[in-house]
Every structure is written in C-alpha cells, then in structure tokens.
C-alpha cells in the first residue's frame, strides 16, 4: 500500500471484493452448529437410500438459513443416488415454475417453455428419480412467496405425495421462510397438513458478539492487511445488529471499502462507514423490489405517490394507469402488504364503515430509487 496512505490508480485495498458478496459461500460457518446438526438429522436418512425427513427453517431475514442449506446440498451431491435441488420461491413462485426448475436441475436442461402440461414434467422427473434410484431433497426458500402467491399447497402436496403416484419417487422437502408472521403449517390445506409433520429449525438473530466474529473473518479474508482497524469492525457489527440482519453487515463492508478507495485512502474510515450505511441498510428493501412484477411495481409507486391515503382513491390511480380491476388491484395489495413493503391498515371511516388506508413500510425516496 502506498506509505503516505493515499492509494495510486492501480491500487486496490481489497484482497478479494467478492467475499462481500451477498451470495458468497465462506469456507467456515460459525455459529450454527445446532442448526446445521437439526439439519443433517433431517438429510442422513438420503446417504442410507431412504426418503430424507421434512424440514421446516425458520429465522428473520440475513440469519444464514440459505447459507446452512447450501453447505449441506454441498455436501451431499457428492454422493451417489443422492440429489438437492434448491428452488428460490421469489423467482419461482409458482408450481409449475418450482418443477421446471427442478426439472432443469435434473435433467442439466430447461423443459420447453409451451405446451409441456404439469402431469407430463412431474412423470418425467419422478420416472428420472426411480430409473436412476436417486432420491431428491427440494429445498423451496424463501417458501413464503408460494404462500404469497396461493400455490404453496397444491406444490407442496405434488411433492409430499409423490411417492404413492409414482411408487419408487423418493422426495423429501425443505421449507425456508424468513417471514415471521406465516404459520406456515396453519396455512396449508387439511389434505397437506396430514403428511407433512416437519422437523423444526430456527435461526435467530446473531448477537453483535456473533457479528464481530463472522464479519472479522470477512474482513480478513476481503481486505488487505490494516485496512479496517477494529473500532470501525465494531461500528459496522452495532449498526447491523440494529437491523439483526447480517447482510448489511457484509454489504456495509464492500461499500464502506469503495467509499474509501473513491477517496483514494489505503484504510476504511468510520465516515466511510456512516456514508455508506444510508444505502447498505436497504440490501433486504431492495431484494423484495426486484423480486417484484410489472403490475406490482406499478402499483407500489402509485402508492409512493398517494402515501398515506385511502384504497379507493390509491386503485382510481391505478386503474387509470393500468386498466386493471378492483379484484386483481386487491390481489396486489395483500402481495405488498406480505412481502413487508406496504402497511394495509384497515380503519374506520364515519359514515362508511371500515376502509384500508395504505403507506409505505419504508422511506417513498428509498423505494422510488429500486424501482
């Protein structure tokens, strides 16, 4: 690094920029031991040739579900006559859609994308599994979504019954949900609930002690030597234990890092860090935007713009940009207000009865700017 601590053009005070990566995968995974023992109670039985056990995770947001989950499939695709496929419910938010994902992971192809019914990619994918003696674990995160959407019991029941349609098919499902307020179990049909008797594992929130530590290590491996003293790592630890989501934290890390080379200083700054935090704080506000349709796009900026005010005059807006009717514009909202971007509050209104006043669950400007 350059002695008088300013960095010249072809120098960088990373080691390796993508460690703060949301999606990197650390060599070591501290702090969920328990976890991941409740997890490979759940898988062993698939190394023995058996139908794994169902598996409900649950924990906030940024808690290393999703992590744990991949160590594990890591690990088990190794092995033979065994398979994963994880489904991420935000894209595939539908049953076909989480099929032809597990589809292409099978089969290394996608299935055409018309004229291929339901009963035709589920044959083909339960005939895969008992002509190759294989047995799949599915792992539907952020299962949430399916719920969101109305299709989380009738995927479900596809794959929990798999085995007495298609003798020989041995499936076995992992749900992870980081929405707090589902009682997942509670919101599937009788006819779902009956067969899936999940094993529980929860993630909490990681205590700042836990932070210090996982985010160290990234600190160490991510930045060249003395370029973040510990005081600053204590900073970023506080301020993403205020949002008890450690993706900030790693997203905090990278930006702050930036901020300090667009000054052209060889070291991460605590005002590097307070600058950055305005934008790293909203890593999960801008994953639930992007995960948005047209439609649902549309209408969370006609909110934006009618913050505050009643249903009806926010759908007069909307139909008149969109056409759409009340029906599908009510389906939007309860969406919105799912994935914790809207407050649909219902109050009551003299003269009228109950109406449902929407607003924003964050800042019109932060929104407005992921749109």
């Known amino acids: 690094m350059a002695e008088d601590g300013m960095l010249s053009w072809d120098e960088s005070i990373f080691r390796d920029e993508h460690v703060f990566e949301i999606d990197y995968l650390p060599e070591t995974f501290r702090h969920r031991d328990e976890q991941l023992e409740g997890l490979q109670y759940a898988l062993r039985p698939a190394v023995r040739g058996s139908r794994p056990l169902n598996a409900m995770v649950r924990g906030p947001p940024g808690t290393g579900k999703t992590t744990a989950i991949q160590k594990l499939f890591g690990e088990l695709d190794g092995r033979r006559g065994v398979r994963t496929v994880r489904v991420n419910c935000q894209v595939d938010s539908t049953r076909y859609a989480v099929f032809s994902r597990i589809f292409e992971q099978l089969f290394e192809y996608e299935p055409p994308a018309s004229g291929v019914s339901f009963k035709s990619l589920f044959k083909q994918i339960t005939d895969h599994l008992t002509d190759e003696d294989e047995i799949l674990t599915v792992c539907l995160d952020d299962v949430n979504y399916l719920f969101y959407e109305g299709e989380a019991s009738e995927t479900l029941y596809s794959l929990l019954r798999a085995?007495?349609?298609?003798?020989?098919?041995?499936?076995?499902?992992?749900?992870?949900?980081?929405?707090?307020?589902?009682?997942?179990?509670?919101?599937?049909?009788?006819?779902?609930?009956?067969?899936?008797?999940?094993?529980?594992v929860f993630f909490p929130a990681y205590d700042e002690d836990a932070i210090v530590d996982i985010l160290g290590e990234r600190v160490e491996r991510g930045f060249r030597n003395g370029v973040l003293a510990p005081p600053v790592l204590d900073r970023v630890a506080a301020l993403t234990a205020e949002t008890g989501?450690?993706?900030?934290?790693?997203?905090?890390?990278?930006?702050a890092g930036l901020n300090a080379e667009r000054r052209a200083s060889d070291a991460v700054e605590s005002e590097d860090v307070e600058t950055a935090y305005e934008t790293a704080r909203h890593v999960h506000l801008s994953r639930r935007v992007r995960g948005l349709s047209d439609p649902e796009r549309t209408l969370l900026t006609t909110i934006a713009d009618h913050d505050g005010e009643r249903a009806g005059a926010v759908y007069e807006a909307f139909h008149d940009e969109t056409?759409?009717?009340?029906?599908?514009?009510?389906?939007?909202?309860?969406?919105?207000?799912?994935?914790?971007?809207?407050?649909?509050?219902?109050?009551?209104?003299?003269?009228?009865?109950?109406?449902?006043?929407?607003?924003?669950?964050?800042?019109?400007?932060?929104?407005?700017?992921?749109?």
């Open 163 to 200: 085995h007495e349609t298609h003798a020989g098919a041995k499936i076995g499902v992992l749900l992870v949900s980081s929405d707090l307020d589902l009682d997942v179990i509670a919101e599937l049909d009788g006819r779902v609930q009956s067969v899936f008797r999940p094993e529980e």
């Open 323 to 371: 056409g759409l009717g009340y029906t599908r514009y009510s389906e939007l909202v309860n969406k919105l207000d799912s994935v914790g971007l809207i407050d649909a509050d219902y109050t009551t209104v003299e003269g009228r009865g109950r109406s449902r006043e929407l607003s924003l669950s964050y800042d019109a400007d932060a929104i407005r700017d992921r749109l």
């Open 245 to 255: 989501d450690l993706r900030v934290g790693i997203d905090l890390l990278r930006r």
